[in-house]
Each structure stands twice: as C-alpha cells, then as structure tokens.
C-alpha cells in the first residue's frame, strides 16, 4: 500500500523558515512527480510546488523565490524549503504523488495524499 506522510509543520514567526519532509513507502520502485498542495480554511487545494514527470521544477507564483522542493534520489524524501515566511502561507500542507503525464512541464495529482501537515504564520 501507497503511503505518504509528511513532517516539519508548525508555528513560525513572518519572515521565517521552515523545511517539510515527505517520506513514500510502499510498492514504487521509482518515482519521477511529486508535488506539494497546500489548503488554507475556506480555500481550494493549490499547488504550491513540484517535480514534474521530466524532473523539472514547478512553483506557484506566490512562492517563487521563497520556496525550493528538493529531493535525495528519485524516491524519498521530497522536501519543501520554506524561507522568507508570510502569514498568507498559513496553511495545511499535503504531499502528493504525481501521475506520469507526458507534458513535462506539468503536474498532475494522483489519488495519493499525506494526513498533511500545519504551517502557521503568525507574530
């Protein structure tokens, strides 16, 4: 079975960092998409950050320069660097396992998700 389960959230102050981990286990023997969506109180999920099927890098407008998704090897883990921190970025962030499209320069979401993890910003 498919799992995801992120780690890293909390309550850090404006300005801030912050670096989520997401770990996958179960039958995958090699990975290529992977993203993070994050979900504020009365909002949709957005993508805020991604490994596409090419292994290209895709971030949301609001986070470009601030946020970096790395990873260790084509599995596991995914990071998200969070630096420079706003109250707007208050949120519960998901991992997500992306599907094997062939546009690389986009992602698309697979039925598997983390529980998520709390990020709040706040003085």
């Known amino acids: 079975q498919v799992q995801l389960v992120e780690s890293g959230g909390g309550l850090v102050q404006p300005g801030g960092s912050l670096r989520l981990s997401c770990a996958l286990t179960?039958?995958?023997?090699?990975?290529?998409?992977m993203g993070w969506y994050r979900q504020a109180p009365g909002k949709q999920r957005e993508l805020v950050a991604a490994f596409t099927t090419a292994g290209n890098t895709k971030y949301a407008d609001s986070v470009k320069g601030r946020f970096t998704i790395s990873r260790d090897n084509a599995k596991n883990p995914v990071y998200l660097q969070m630096n420079n921190l706003k109250p707007e970025d208050t949120a519960v962030y998901y991992c997500?396992?992306?599907?094997?499209?062939?546009?690389?320069?986009?992602?698309?979401?697979?039925?598997?998700w983390g529980q998520g993890t709390q990020v709040t910003v706040s003085s």
């Open positions: 179960g039958p995958i023997f090699s990975v290529s998409a």
């Open positions: 997500n396992l992306g599907l094997r499209i062939p546009n690389p320069a986009d992602y698309a979401p697979s039925e598997y």
